[in-house]
């Protein structure tokens, strides 16, 4: 009997602590956006917003490029990064997406850009730019031609308060090396 009761009561704290995991996951892209501005106002940066999703290989490419040694200190210390799930697909919309994030991506700029698509933006929610940039108003995506790379660097130098000339030249760098190969 006492086993039973260990066992019932494992799994009503593990089912408890997805139910806490899936709702942390599911916020409502205004709150995040709310947390984003807080803690950007705070720390005098500006939002770099992303909107992504599970099946995008540029959202993970671009998210590995971010997460690197070699750059993420440069990401962290010159902007609040900020992830919105969207355009997921079949059982990952209930699971993965944030709701509001696609009205959110569409009021930016970002109804007919694939993914990943960025936007930067300032502690009172105003939009400074976005990855809408290359000719016909085109997304960047995952910058990984000349020209994407050489658009994205504007981007940063633009939406960075401070943001130094070493570090854009690293970021510059670390984008060239791995950029796709032809």
Known sequence: MFRKVIVASA???????LASAQEAKLLHAD???????????????????IFH?????????????????ELKKIFEEN???????????GDKIAALENPGGKEIMEKLGGEKSGLPFYVWINTKGEKLANSNVMPGNSNI???GSPEEIEAFGKLLKSSSKHLTD?????????LKRNAPKP
Do not use: M
């Not at 709150?31 to 917003?49: C, D, R």
């Not at 902007?79 to 697909?89: A, K, Q």
């Not at 854009?168 to 670390?174: P, Q, S």
């Open 11 to 17: 799994l009503f704290f593990f089912s408890l602590s």
């Open 31 to 49: 709150k995040i956006l709310t947390a984003a501005y807080k803690e950007a106002k705070s720390s005098q940066k500006n939002v770099f917003l």
């Open 53 to 69: 999703a599970s099946w995008c290989s540029w959202c993970r490419k671009l998210e590995k490029a971010i997460q690197s040694e």
């Open 79 to 89: 902007f609040v990064i900020t992830h919105l799930d969207v355009l997921e697909r």
């Open 141 to 143: 995506g995952y910058p």
């Open 166 to 174: 070493k570090q854009l030249e690293t970021v510059l760098d670390y």
